[in-house]
């Protein structure tokens, strides 16, 4: 199995040079232009934030919510780690734009056969065993791509180094279940517009406590009204049968339902 | 056969007429220049009005699967006269939200693809699935009142004898997406207000529905009544009205009680955007129509009842549109409201809806007032022609 793949974003050094949006762009045939959000045109983007710049992208959870609402299964996560959308399949129900707890997915409005739009996480350039076009183009380092189990380990290794200089998390090892893109930042992320809400438990299992549900519910609840049928029914059977017949006669045979 | 007619609504006819039209030509529109240009919807807010419409229309077709449950597996069958408005209101809103939800696709044109392309973890796929099995068995349900009709008895012999088994399996998968649409927002805990979202939410939906299925059913048997003797008696339509009550007093108490355990009170008490439409679609909905319903008195008149159930409906519409509108907001910031091309959309459907119900009901044995103490007969044909799904124990299980 492909080992899995991830970004380790290190919010200290990015300079706000916009390299990675601008590298993206070129990759996915986008208009060039510096966008603050993400956008149709802006697979990712870079925000500023006091003295800190923080580039945004889908963060190809390890157990994706977009995956897991789609209905048709446009969106797939891939074992290397990107979640990749087939426009072919989609039916424009946008359950993913409104279940991304990052919002991420973009929808064109304006067209009359809509797709999805968002980072991809470049898996053909990943396939071809090359890095990401952002990471790629980063100048300082401040997007690193690599194995997902080694950058976490580089990751706590920074933050150890120097305690000072970092909050001690990486946003994105647990955070809905664990995520792609992981990020160390020298403030709180709340201060730099992550939801700091959304916990560890992925999203997905908030539904599959109801959908796990279903068989029980189809088994027991069709049981329960056979029987309940086959109880009233039989009580009506036996009351015209005794009006009928006067005196009581025994039950009649067993005839199954 | 008595001929029974809509309640005299002036202009009720012109206005139908225009709506749909009004409606069919935003629908073009929608259709040619694409959702973008035609509605207010947008990234951060993807779902609206539209979807709004399909949570009403189908926690108002309830009745369909709960009427059909009383009437033909659990055996009450003094309610055997609602059992057809039941199902024709069922039938006519399931095709009204099929179609509405077609429009709201990004891609109508891959509308079918859920039916060959499964994702078991999704709640939408399973309500694709049930709302499109639940409408074909509601098609069998209504088809022999259409065959009867037309005087063709072979295939309703048939349909009774697989009725049994067809019918369970209705209310199953009635119970399976009504409460599924509750579903539908249990994944956005970090995006649905805290006085909507509960886990409960699908419970909480099931149990409402029920509620406002009722009283939808209990708004026509009023409405139909008016000309001729009530189809329905007295009695039986208090007793409605009791379950309308228990159903009221049961979602109540789960709703309040789970949000006080989850600490919403502040929520409740303290004046905001939010907690004003929360107690708007409770009074309405469920605390003044139950506390009504207490009174023998509102329950035999037809005024009273038909009041406190439509306060129902209205509650109940407040209270999807709130979950799926409301709660999702982020006011003062990020509010949304319909398009007057989603609002003609939505109203043309409404409008179709109502004129095909008050045709069929003209035109097919729906309303059948009852001549004798039994409703099962009132034409002079065979066996054959009793009512729709009588139980095949009828025929060939009856004790020998
Ligand atoms: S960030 Fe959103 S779009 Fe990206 S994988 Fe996660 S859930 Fe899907
Ligand atoms: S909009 Fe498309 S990709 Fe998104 S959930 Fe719906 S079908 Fe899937
Ligand atoms: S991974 Fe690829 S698609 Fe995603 S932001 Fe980087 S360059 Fe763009």
């Not at chain 2, 973008?36 to 609206?48: M, Q, V």
């Amino acid at each position: 199995m492909t080992p899995k793949k991830a970004m380790l974003i290190d919010l200290s050094l990015c300079v706000g040079c916009n390299a990675c949006q601008a590298g993206c762009k070129e990759e996915n045939g986008l208009p060039p232009s510096d966008e603050k959000y993400l956008s149709l045109t802006a697979y990712t983007a870079l925000n500023k934030y006091n003295d800190l710049y923080v580039r945004r992208m889908c963060q190809h959870c390890d157990v994706p919510t977009c995956v897991s609402v789609c209905p048709v299964g446009a969106l797939t996560k891939s074992g290397a780690g990107p979640v990749s959308y087939d426009g072919e399949k989609c039916i424009g129900c946008r359950y993913c734009l409104q279940a991304c707890p990052f919002h991420v997915p973009k929808y064109e409005w304006s067209s009359t056969k809509p797709s999805i739009r968002k980072c991809k996480f470049c898996p053909n350039r990943i396939a071809k065993g090359l890095q990401p076009a952002c990471a790629e183009a980063c100048p300082t380092g401040a997007t690193k791509f690599g194995d997902r189990d080694e950058l976490l380990i580089e990751a706590a290794g920074r933050i150890k180094a120097e305690p000072g200089k970092y909050v001690s998390r990486i946003y994105g090892e647990q955070d809905v279940g664990g995520t792609s893109m992981l990020y160390l930042s020298p403030v709180p992320f709340e201060q730099l517009g992550f939801d700091s809400r959304l916990g560890k438990i992925p999203m997905p299992m908030l539904t599959m406590s109801a959908l796990s549900k279903v068989p029980n519910v189809v088994s027991v609840g069709g049981v329960l009204l056979a029987g309940i049928w086959w109880i009233t029914n039989r009580r009506a059977e036996v009351q015209a049968h005794e009006s009928s017949l006067k005196k009581g006669k025994t039950q009649p045979q067993e005839d199954d339902e | 056969m008595r001929a029974l007619k809509l309640p005299r609504l002036i202009g009720w006819r012109p206005i139908a007429t225009t709506l749909i039209l009004a409606g069919a030509l935003a629908a073009v529109a929608r259709f040619t220049l694409g959702l973008g240009a035609t509605t207010n919807l947008s990234d951060e807010f993807p779902w609206g009005l539209w979807i709004g419409f399909d949570f009403l229309g189908i926690g108002l077709a309830a009745s369909g699967f709960t009427i059909v449950a009383a009437v033909h597996l659990f055996h009450a069958e003094e309610y055997e006269p609602i059992v057809r408005p039941a199902i024709l209101t069922a039938f006519i809103g399931y095709l009204l939200v099929v179609l509405v939800l077609i429009i709201d696709l990004g891609r109508p044109d891959h509308f079918w693809h859920p039916l060959v392309m499964w994702n078991p973890h999704s709640v939408m796929c399973e309500i694709s699935w049930c709302l499109m099995l639940y409408t074909t068995v509601l098609s069998l349900e209504f088809a022999p009142i259409l065959l009867e009709k037309f005087h063709i008895h072979s295939p309703i012999k048939w349909i009774h004898a697989v009725s049994l088994p067809f019918m369970i399996f209705g209310v199953l998968l009635s119970t399976l997406h009504q409460s599924s649409f509750g579903s539908l927002y249990l994944i956005v805990p970090n995006r649905l207000h805290a006085l909507w979202y509960t886990p409960l939410l699908p419970v909480l939906f099931f149990i409402s529905c029920i509620a406002s299925g009722l009283s939808m059913i209990v708004l026509e048997t009023l409405i139909f009544s008016r000309n001729g003797r009530p189809f329905l008696p007295t009695r039986l339509r208090a007793n409605l009205a009791k379950a309308i009550a228990l159903a009221l007093a049961v979602y109540f108490v789960v709703r309040i009680q789970d949000l006080l355990s989850r600490g919403g009170f502040r929520d409740m008490t303290t004046l905001t955007y939010y907690s004003v439409a929360f107690w708007a679609e409770l009074l309405i909905g469920f605390v003044i129509p139950f506390a009504m319903l207490l009174f023998e008195k509102v329950r035999i008149s037809p005024t009273g009842l038909y009041s406190a159930s439509l306060m129902v409906v209205l509650g109940f519409a407040f209270n999807r549109m709130n979950t799926a509108i409301t709660g999702l907001e982020h006011y003062p910031s990020q509010t949304y409201f319909p398009s007057i091309i989603e609002i003609f959309i939505m109203l043309g459907i409404t409008a179709c809806g109502f004129c095909a119900f008050s045709f069929i009901a003209e035109h097919l044995p729906i309303f059948r007032i009852e001549e004798s103490g039994n409703s099962h007969h009132q034409e002079a044909l065979s066996g054959a022609q009793e009512p729709l799904f009588v139980s095949p124990e009828c025929e060939d299980l009856r004790p020998t």
